[in-house]
Nanobody, 120 residues
């Protein structure tokens, strides 16, 4: 699996960004997909996930109501629409084919990450 994330950048607090992640190398439609992020000096954390079977979505409490994960199976792409951004959303965002174990989401294969910087 290869993953290529893009769409990061610098945005003011309250603004929006949409991240994209193109998937290749396997059959995209049978993979759960997720977004994770890692802020400076912190561990990588789960942000959002979408299942392949029924497109159920899952979000970290910190982004619920602000972020939306979606996928376009025809384009082998997963998106993360981020609205009402806050400075604490500043991080490198990674996409990954994902799995849930014991109620926690993790990633298998990772993209290279895209930097999101939110200024106050």
């Amino acid at each position: 699996v290869q993953l290529q994330a893009s769409g990061g950048g610098l945005v003011q607090a309250g603004g929006s960004l949409r991240l994209s992640c193109v998937f290749s190398g396997r059959t995209f439609t049978i993979y759960n997909m997720g977004w994770f992020r890692q802020a400076p000096g912190k561990e990588r954390e789960f942000v959002a996930a979408m299942t392949w079977r029924n497109s159920n979505t899952y979000y970290a409490d910190s982004v619920k109501g602000r972020f939306t994960i979606s996928r376009d199976n025809a384009k082998n792409t997963v998106y993360l629409q981020m609205n009402s951004l806050k400075p604490e959303d500043t991080a490198v965002y990674y996409c990954a084919d994902s799995f849930n174990y014991g109620g926690s989401w993790s990633g298998n294969s990772w993209g290279q990450g895209t930097l999101v910087t939110v200024s106050s």
